[in-house]
């Protein structure tokens, strides 16, 4: 039983004959614990795809349903409240919020969910992703590499049914993007996080289980 199902999922811009089909009746699925990359040139759709798969984002037409459930059965305070209760974000930019230390950062979800923290799922989430001795600092006391950790564990601790990555290692040198990457898949594979990540990088790319390419909003290759 997947996870996640998108089908005839479209998202079209403008009307004929300005139209742009940025998400043209793509059909997948994703199986819980799995690692998906999806991969394309820039304007293929990737982002588009991903913002409608978390709910950020009204198809055309076509459904998204994540554990059975489909989004567009819900009104906009259901879909907010499904949102935070079984996805996790990743951006580029990390998001953290500037007025909260490390803790607070990762443990936001949760309280904005009004639940208790998993302690131990908290001291294992901290323990490999190293951020153990920053649990008191201030997020512009980190490093790119560090603050992606915490937003990957803010991401992770809610145990969401999905965590969306967008271009996760996009503003970070080559390096510690590798290290990003073994740190996802590890927190994917460990936890059996499902994880579905946007790259341009096809070296990144492979640390997936699967990688899927879209080209002008097509899936043409890696569905199953
Ligand atoms: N709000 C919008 N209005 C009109 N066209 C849009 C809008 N958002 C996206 N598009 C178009 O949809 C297409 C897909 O865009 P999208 O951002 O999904 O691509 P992408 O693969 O994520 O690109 P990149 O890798 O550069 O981020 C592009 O042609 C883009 O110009």
Same mark, same amino acid.
């Given at each position: 039983?997947?996870?996640?199902?998108?089908?005839?999922?479209?998202?079209?811009?403008?009307?004929?004959?300005?139209?742009?089909?940025?998400?043209?009746?793509?059909?997948? %699925?994703?199986?819980?614990?799995?690692?998906?990359?999806?991969?394309?040139?820039?304007?293929?759709?990737?982002?588009?795809?991903?913002?409608?798969?978390?709910?950020?984002?009204?198809?055309?037409?076509?459904?998204?349903?994540?554990?059975?459930?489909?989004?567009?059965?819900?009104?906009?305070?259901?879909?907010?409240?499904?949102?935070?209760?079984?996805?996790?974000?990743?951006?580029?930019?990390?998001?953290?919020?500037?007025?909260?230390?490390?803790?607070?950062?990762?443990?936001?979800?949760?309280?904005?969910?009004?639940?208790?923290?998993?302690?131990?799922?908290?001291?294992?989430?901290?323990?490999?992703?190293?951020?153990?001795?920053?649990?008191?600092?201030?997020?512009?006391?980190?490093?790119?590499?560090?603050?992606?950790?915490?937003?990957?564990?803010?991401?992770?601790?809610?145990?969401?049914?999905?965590?969306?990555?967008?271009?996760?290692?996009?503003?970070?040198? %080559?390096?510690? %993007?590798?290290?990003?990457?073994?740190?996802?898949?590890?927190?994917?594979?460990?936890?059996?996080?499902?994880?579905?990540?946007?790259?341009?990088?096809?070296?990144?790319?492979?640390?997936?289980?699967?990688?899927?390419?879209?080209?002008?909003?097509?899936?043409?290759?890696?569905?199953?």
């Amino acid at each position: 039983m997947p996870i996640l199902t998108a089908e005839k999922l479209k998202k079209y811009y403008g009307t004929e004959p300005n139209i742009t089909r940025a998400v043209d009746d793509i059909n997948f %699925s994703v199986e819980e614990g799995e690692f998906v990359a999806i991969v394309g040139t820039s304007g293929s759709g990737k982002s588009t795809l991903l913002n409608m798969i978390g709910g950020l984002d009204i198809p055309t037409s076509g459904t998204v349903s994540i554990r059975s459930e489909k989004l567009s059965n819900m009104d906009d305070d259901q879909l907010t409240l499904f949102r935070r209760r079984n996805i996790g974000f990743i951006f580029q930019n990390y998001n953290l919020v500037p007025i909260l230390n490390v803790y607070e950062n990762i443990v936001l979800p949760v309280y904005l969910d009004n639940k208790e923290v998993d302690a131990e799922f908290m001291e294992q989430i901290v323990q490999l992703l190293g951020l153990e001795s920053k649990l008191d600092s201030m997020p512009n006391q980190l490093s790119g590499g560090q603050q992606q950790r915490v937003a990957i564990a803010r991401a992770m601790i809610a145990k969401p049914a999905i965590v969306l990555a967008d271009e996760p290692t996009g503003n970070l040198d %080559s390096k510690t %993007s590798a290290s990003v990457m073994e740190l996802l898949k590890d927190s994917s594979r460990k936890f059996c996080q499902t994880l579905i990540m946007i790259t341009h990088n096809i070296e990144f790319a492979q640390f997936a289980d699967r990688i899927i390419r879209i080209e002008d909003g097509c899936i043409v290759e890696g569905n199953i």
